[in-house]
């Protein structure tokens, strides 16, 4: 694996921080944080945050940060497609009833 390189920059405040560049988490990694996660599930980091407070993604709190692991966002994301599969089928026989009945008015 190849090593990030880190860029020192300054704060609003002239104190020095350590930047990463953003990079996308790696497929082995057992837990993560916020952000790599909504990189994982493809959604935005406030949804993720949202979800966890929540209650509906579970999450570990270390110190100041949450990591979340892959298998719960994998159980978090297979929840969401069923409700959401379940969802888009009522919807499409909804309409298919409705534009039956459409066609059987004279």
Not at 6 to 14: A, I, L, N, P
Not at 20 to 40: F, K, L, M, W
Request: proline share 4%; charged share 35%.
């Amino acid at each position: 694996m190849e090593r990030v390189k880190e860029k020192r920059c300054q704060t609003r405040h002239g104190g020095e921080m350590t930047r990463r560049p953003n990079t996308v988490a790696s497929t082995d990694q057992r837990g993560y944080r916020i952000v790599e996660a909504a990189e994982y599930m493809g959604v935005t980091p406030w949804f993720v945050e949202v979800k966890i407070r929540s209650g509906e993604l579970p999450a570990l709190k270390l110190c100041r940060h949450y990591t979340i692991l892959k298998q719960d966002m994998d159980a978090f994301l297979d929840r969401h497609r069923a409700a959401l599969l379940d969802k888009h089928r009522s919807m499409s026989m909804l309409k298919a009833s409705k534009s039956e009945s459409r066609s059987a008015k004279p």
